[in-house]
């Protein structure tokens, strides 16, 4: 792994504990406006100061994103699909490596949908982006997408996250479930975790705090921050949870709700 590849990954995963908070608002390519992200750059500003990285589409990053801002930038590179399409595996790469190049990115992120109807073409997109960002020092990061008809259990994510991990990407963003610790020991690459629909502050919380001690390197979570009563108090505990390891019920102590 060249210098420049090492030196982006630890922009993301900070090297002192190994451990990433990554903030995720990359949620619009098929959501549209979703709850939280209506006004993008008014949620996200009051969040960076926490955030170790911002996964973000390159159309917010340009228009709601201060270019002065020091944060380290997780592109979105895939997409082509909306939640009203004819299915959300059929996705394609979406911005240029010159474009993420230009933009100054840490790392790009797609979607991959493993036993999802495109599943091949989600694939096939991993392994070509891994072999062009190879190149350029650049790393991937392969969100393990579930389709509709995907159990969401420790089985399915082993296979999602291997294949990704496999194919070439860098780092690996699943989601947490029982029995998650099998899923980072066949992983060979370091997996971070969603945090998916909004649950209650608490559960989210010790969410975070379970997948770290269970070998997560930390999170990439979007609406259980940006859909809180109260986000700054949520990203500063879940910072807390993954840097500090303070307990779940220490951090969710100090959220004004
Ligand atoms: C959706 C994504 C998000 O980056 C990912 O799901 C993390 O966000 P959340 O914590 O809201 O699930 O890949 O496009």
Known sequence: MDWGMKNRISRIIKPEAGRAVMLAVDHGYFLGPTSGLEDPGKTIK???????????TRGVLRNSV??????????????????????????????????????????VALSIYV??????????????????????????????AVGREMVRDAKYLSLACRIAAELGAHIVKTYYCEDF????????????????????????????????????????MGRNIFQSKDPVG???????????NVSPEKAYGALKL
Do not use: F
């Not at 590179?77 to 399409?85: C, E, L, M």
């Not at 989600?122 to 969100?143: D, F, H, Q, R, W």
């Open 46 to 56: 009051p969040l960076l100061p926490y955030a170790d990285s911002l996964m973000v």
């Open 234 to 244: 949520m990203i500063k505990a879940v910072r807390d949870i993954v840097h500090k």
């Open 115 to 144: 036993g999802s109807k495109y599943e091949h073409q989600t694939l096939k997109n991993l392994a070509t982006l891994v072999s062009e960002c190879e190149g350029y020092g650049i790393p991937v990061l392969a969100v393990t």
């Open 181 to 220: 610790e099998k899923i980072v020991k066949t992983c060979p690459v370091p997996i971070v975790i969603a945090g998916g629909k909004k649950i209650p502050e608490k559960d989210a919380l010790k969410l975070a705090y379970d997948a770290v001690n269970e070998g997560a390197v930390g999170v990439d």
């Open 66 to 107: 201060d270019p002065q801002e020091n944060i380290p930038i997780v592109l979105r590179v895939s997409g082509g699909n909306s939640i009203v399409g004819e299915d959300l595996s059929k996705e394609a790469i979406t911005v240029s490596i010159q474009d993420a190049i230009r933009l100054n990115v840490s790392a």
